[in-house]
């Protein structure tokens, strides 16, 4: 089985931030964007307009959709991107490398959870059953790496507490606040 790729291995390219990583460069050679390590980072394979099969999930502002078709094959039904962080990045990195995509939702909308028989549900079994060739945003983990093969990651997503701001304190009040600490 071939390795499936999310688009962050492309976008490494595009980004022009010299030359992609050794581990990402074994990624694309997969993909054949790079036919030996001396070839220059503006000269990537040319795709002849090749149809990648995208699999997303709607997951704003990363991705963004509307659905345009119905399921059909086993495959859930066809998409149409709208503006969002993996839509500019996968239509960027079409033009560069010359190749189209149609994206479609998983069967189920899910992300991927593995069952006991050791298949895949969601965007992961999509991909794991080679559906698909790849994927704008799926989340890292340890039991997803031993089936599809992730690239460096572009977005490092901190998690953040919020809360209401305090209110103001009643007029009643207003006679001790000065002493307060």
Known sequence: MAPRLTISAMYQIKRGCGYPPTDVIVKLKTLGLFKNRSQRRDRPENYNGHRFRIVEKDYFPYSSWVKVGQPKGGLGPEVRLQDSLGTRMINTVATYLNFTYIVREPVDGQW???????????????????????????????????????????????????????????????????FEC
């Open 112 to 178: 991927g959870l593995e069952s006991e028989a050791g298949k895949w549900t969601g965007i992961v079994g999509t991909l794991q059953r080679e559906d698909a060739d790849l994927s704008l945003d799926l989340t890292i983990t340890p039991k997803r790496t031993q089936v599809i093969q992730f690239t460096k990651t572009y977005i490092d997503e901190s998690v953040v507490l919020l809360s209401s701001k305090p209110r103001p304190l009643p007029e009643y009040l207003s006679l001790i606040r000065p």
